[in-house]
Nanobody, 122 residues
Framework: QVQLVESGGGLVQAGGSLRLSCAASGRTFSTYAMAWFRQAPGKEREFVAK????????TYAASVKGRFTISRDNAKNTVNLQMNSLKPEDTAVYFC???????????????WGQGTQVTVSS
């Protein structure tokens, strides 16, 4: 099973940018759809973006569409989340997710990373 390690979180002012990366172990990375979720204090974990196994399809939450971009490099076993025009409400722990299914991205067969903190100050 793939293991995931996120990096790139930090503190940024509103309007700024951050790029999150998720490194996956194993030689089966290209068989997984990948996604980013986030969880703010006191709130449930929510979907942010996902990308298909070949990168041919992407889907975004309405709250981040037009500001965030998900991408993947199957040769490097990485998935990235470029976050622009950040807002204080984007503050959360961001989690990387690997799933055998693009349609059921948060199903029982997937894997979570440990998360990386993103804090956006106003």
């Amino acid at each position: 099973q793939v293991q995931l390690v996120e990096s790139g979180g930090g503190l940024v002012q509103a309007g700024g940018s951050l790029r999150l990366s998720c490194a996956a172990s194993g030689r089966t990375f290209s068989t997984y759809a990948m996604a980013w979720f986030r969880q703010a204090p006191g709130k449930e974990r929510e979907f942010v973006a996902k990308i298909a196994k070949t990168g041919s399809s992407t889907t975004y939450a309405a709250s981040v569409k037009g500001r965030f971009t998900i991408s993947r490099d199957n040769a490097k076993n990485t998935v990235n989340l470029q976050m622009n025009s950040l807002k204080p409400e984007d503050t959360a722990v961001y989690f990387c997710r690997a799933s055998p299914s693009y349609d059921i991205i948060s199903g029982p067969l997937g894997t979570w990373g440990q998360g990386t903190q993103v804090t956006v100050s106003s």
